[in-house]
Nanobody, 124 residues
Framework: QVQLVESGGGLVQAGGSLRLSCAAS????????MGWYRQAPGKQRELVAT???????NYADSVKGRFTISRDNAKNTVYLQMASLKPEDTAVYYC??????????????????WGQGTQVTVSS
């Protein structure tokens, strides 16, 4: 009923930039917070950045000053602009959205959803 579709990952050299996008679709009523998380091989998934419906942002210390999260509420889309990329940024990046939507039966549901993930590889 709700889908989060990510795009924009790829291979980039250290120091380069990438922009990730994540679009939410379905019978969505409202989206509270949206965010990006990442998981490197052999490591736990970690928070990268989040943004509320009002535009308040939160970043992991490791990406502050290099990554910028933004959202387009009209398009139910969140973005992650990544600059000055480092090899240690290599990971699968996942989009997350905490939202309210209609179920198939017409009930309002509040739940968090994840995208399928997009690979970001930074070469040294």
């Amino acid at each position: 009923q709700v889908q989060l579709v990510e795009s924009g990952g790829g291979l980039v050299q250290a120091g380069g930039s990438l922009r990730l996008s994540c679009a939410a679709s379905g019978r969505i009523v409202s989206i509270n917070s949206m965010g990006w998380y990442r998981q490197a091989p052999g490591k736990q998934r970690e928070l990268v950045a989040t943004i509320t419906s009002g535009g308040s942002t939160n970043y992991a210390d490791s990406v502050k000053g290099r990554f910028t999260i933004s959202r387009d509420n009209a398009k139910n889309t969140v973005y992650l602009q990544m600059a000055s990329l480092k090899p240690e940024d290599t990971a699968v990046y996942y989009c997350n959205a905490d939202l309210v939507h209609y179920s198939g039966s017409g009930y309002l549901v509040t739940a968090a959803y994840w995208g399928q993930g997009t690979q970001v590889t930074v070469s040294s």
